[in-house]
C-alpha cells in the first residue's frame, strides 16, 4: 500500500486548508485512517482517526472543533480538513492506515504516507 499526503502550504492564522492522502495497491485491508503531525525534535503525535465507514471519529483536543476528518473509499482518499488554523498547527502531517477498525497510536498503523508541510504564520 502506497499513501501519499498532498495539500499542504503556507497559510495565516484564521485560514482553512485541506489535506488529501491518495491510496494505492493492496487497500482491501486497509479499515481505519488516521492523521499525525510532527515538528523537528518532537514525537510524532496523534490528530485524528476515522474507522472504514466514517462512523467512527476521535479527535485531539488540540484539534477538536477545527479538523474534520473523512475519507472516499471509492476513490481510496482520507480528506482532513484544518479551519482556523492557528501558528501552533504549523508541523509535518502524515496520513496512515490502518488493518485495525481505527487507532489513536502510531504503533497500530501499518502504512504512512510522505508527509506533507503546513506552515501557518501569526
Known amino acids: 500500500v502506497l499513501l501519499v499526503a498532498y495539500g499542504g502550504g503556507l497559510a495565516q492564522a484564521g485560514d482553512s486548508l485541506r489535506l488529501s492522502c491518495q491510496a494505492s495497491?493492496?487497500?482491501?485491508?486497509?479499515?481505519?485512517g488516521g492523521w499525525f503531525r510532527q515538528v523537528p525534535g518532537k514525537r510524532r503525535v496523534f490528530i485524528v482517526t476515522?474507522?472504514?465507514?466514517?462512523?467512527?471519529?476521535y479527535y485531539a483536543d488540540s484539534v477538536q472543533g477545527r479538523f474534520f476528518i473523512s475519507r472516499d473509499n471509492a476513490k481510496h482518499t482520507l480528506y482532513l480538513e484544518m479551519d482556523k488554523l492557528r501558528p501552533e498547527d504549523t508541523a509535518t502531517y502524515f496520513c496512515?492506515?490502518?488493518?485495525?477498525?481505527?487507532?489513536?497510536?502510531?504503533?497500530?498503523?501499518?502504512?504512512w504516507g510522505q508527509g506533507t508541510q503546513v506552515t501557518v504564520s501569526s
Open positions: 496512515a492506515a490502518t488493518s485495525a477498525s481505527y487507532g489513536v497510536t502510531e504503533s497500530l498503523y501499518d502504512y
Open positions: 476515522i474507522s472504514r465507514s466514517g462512523g467512527i471519529t
Open positions: 495497491g493492496s487497500t482491501e485491508n486497509m479499515t481505519g
